[in-house]
């Protein structure tokens, strides 16, 4: 099935929409067009997998790490530098608004390294491996 990415979640999933109801769908971003696989349905959103990038966002760029599309540790790899600068600006303010804080960030400070800065890992096992 295929469906078009209207917007992201807190979480860096995109979000689409079927009859009406919410889609998550991870790795993807605002404009993508891709066919999809329903994971998981609930009654008021479903998640979904991609099959195939149907045609990419113009936003969209080649990520860097080859573990991106199987680690789950990065989800805004594969948007330019200041489409994330945005994207976290505006979750910032989201969050903000959602807890009744009357405030609004109006820019964020620009890191000097966007890849190679952190210092913890969380590692992921499964099926013993």
Known sequence: MNVKIEKMDDFGRGIAYIDDKVVFVPKTIVDDIVDIKIMSEKKKYSIAKVNEIINPSKLRIPFKCPYFDICGGCSLQNVE???????????INNLLKKNKIDYQVKNIIK?????????KVSLKIEDNI
């Not at 530098?81 to 979750?91: A, F, G």
């Not at 890191?111 to 210092?119: E, G, L, P, Q, V």
Request: aromatic share 20%; charged share 40%.
């Open 111 to 119: 890191s000097a390294k966007r890849y190679n800065y952190r210092n």
């Open 81 to 91: 530098y200041r489409i994330e600068l945005e994207y976290k600006l505006q979750k």
